[in-house]
């Protein structure tokens, strides 16, 4: 840098700053008018800032500003708010039966709001985000049940649970006809057709006529004369296009292969009544009923 001599350039007309780098030198353009404006704006607005709002860290503590305005507080009060308005739903659902809690719209609505926010932390695990189920865990979202589908038939459920250990847990046990040789491989192939007929489908007329005396003798207990199930033993209507471990043959087979039981844990140790209580109106609800 060797010039500081300020002068005027001869293209634009505008004065130069005096600086030079290698025969460059810099024009002094004033700032722009709006530029400006905007930066005074701004000047303005922090102090007002600084006046109405907490700013400037002190030693102990900070300037609080006219407004007297605090995240922290506004996060206690809609706390508390939330509290409030909990505990009310919280104290009705206690005392309210589940048909009571199902007719009063503002309160089914609450147990409705706390059933689904339970459900997607504990249940949504097994069952699904929307508790469609999947291959051996129930769909919770159609009219078909296990265990019966009425409020107090779910709230039963999910209280004790199905094959949870619990003493008065939902208990039924499917034997394994295949691998504890009930039936022979020929049987339980046999059999597999049979069920297959049973759901409308079209099977193999020999081997159900072969398996129908052995299904009157071995399943009906459980599945009914005419293979429509047993909610009382949780054993699922054969008939129906609904399968909790799939529809096809090879599934069926191993179904009467092994015999396999679902389970789920009781709740009731878990949740209080209350919260059961509202697990089951959103759980019926959500069946569509
Ligand atoms: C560890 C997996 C698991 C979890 C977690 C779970 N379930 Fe289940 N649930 C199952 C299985 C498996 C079945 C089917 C049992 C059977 O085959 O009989 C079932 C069955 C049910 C049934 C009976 C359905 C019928 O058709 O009768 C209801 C109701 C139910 N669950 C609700 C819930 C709710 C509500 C929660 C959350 C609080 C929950 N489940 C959490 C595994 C689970
Ligand atoms: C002691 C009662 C019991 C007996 C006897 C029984 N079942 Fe079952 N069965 C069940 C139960 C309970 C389930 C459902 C298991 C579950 O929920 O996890 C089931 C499920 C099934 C399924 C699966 C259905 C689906 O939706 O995926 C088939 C198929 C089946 N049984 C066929 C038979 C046949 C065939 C026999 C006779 C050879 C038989 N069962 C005897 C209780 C029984």
Redesign the pocket.
Known sequence: MTDTVREKDEHSGVETTGHEWDGIRELDNPLPRWWLWVFYACIAFSIGYWVLMPSWPGVSGYTRGLLGQSDRAAVGKALSDLATVRGAGAAKLKTASLAQIESDPELQAYALQVGASIFGDNCATCHGAGGGGSK?Y?NLRDDVW?WGGTLEDIQQTLTYG?RSGDDQARM????A?GRDGL?QPAQVAD?TE??VALSGRKAAAAAVTRATP??AE??V???GPAGKGMQS????D?TDS??????DRA??SS??HN????VMPAWGNRFSPETIKALAVYVHANSGQ
């Open positions: 051996g129930a296990l199905i039924s046990q499917m034997p006809f039936l059999m049979y069920v052995v299904f071995q399943c207990s459980c599945h033993v949780g054993a699922p054969l609904d399968w909790l471990f799939g529809s599934s069926i179904q009467i015999g396999r039981g679902g």
